[in-house]
């Protein structure tokens, strides 16, 4: 009797390649310590149950490999992940991870593409399960949140109409997510962000709205490593089951 054929599954990019100087410290706020983890190992916690998601993908610094290599081993020796150079900007870093991710792609492993910032700790499983769903359903999603109160630079005018924030993981699906990637490299285009590329090269991928979560706090200045440690330390609030809605989420 044939065996059933393993359904696709969603890759992770974390993206770890900054350096996050605006904390205050020379280490790369990835690598800071965070109620007894390093940052970006809360995100491999919150998604390691999840038979949907994998391979994973970490993009840091070419000076910070081995760091990486040894947390990875300290904190998460049961997390299969490829450690892989970044570029010099975003793009790039986003680059090198899914041409790593190409022969999954390519064989049909990986379906779906999310790629995160590892300074996001507190995004929880459900918000990476509602992204990735949405992306296979529409071709792209983007949580974000809706920020009120917002002010114009000049003359500090409060904004017009309604403006949102926007989060990560970001997730697409994997094969538009490539050929749009090709196509920037060709252009020599840069986008801010993963969407940024898909709306110039692939505008047939229509990008939906996820309601992100308030907890999905990222990581960018020393205060901010308090706050999660706060969000860490409430007895009702567990990163490995927190979803979009929980926490005062949208």
Known sequence: MTGEQTPPRAALVLLAAGTGSRTGHRTNKVFLPLAGRRVFVWTL?????????????LVVRADEVEA?????AREAPRRDVRVVVGGASRHASEWAAVQELLPSIEQGEVDVVLIHDAARPLSGPGLFRDVAAAAREHGGAV??????????????AVRAGEAVGVQTPQGFTARELVAAYRAAADAGFEGSDTAASIER?????????VPGSSTNIK???????????????RS??????????????S
């Open 201 to 209: 090269f692939a505008p047939q991928v229509r990008i939906c709205n």
């Open 68 to 72: 990486a290599r040894t947390v990875l």
């Open 219 to 233: 990581i960018t200045y020393a205060e901010d490593l308090f706050l999660a440690e706060a969000l860490l330390a």
């Open 45 to 57: 916690d919150a998604t390691a149950h999840d038979p949907g998601i994998g391979p994973v993908v």
């Open 236 to 249: 009702s609030f567990d990163v490995r089951r927190l979803g979009p809605g929980a926490a005062g989420g």
């Open 143 to 156: 949580p974000g949140r809706r920020q009120p109160g917002l002010l114009h630079r000049d003359g500090l």
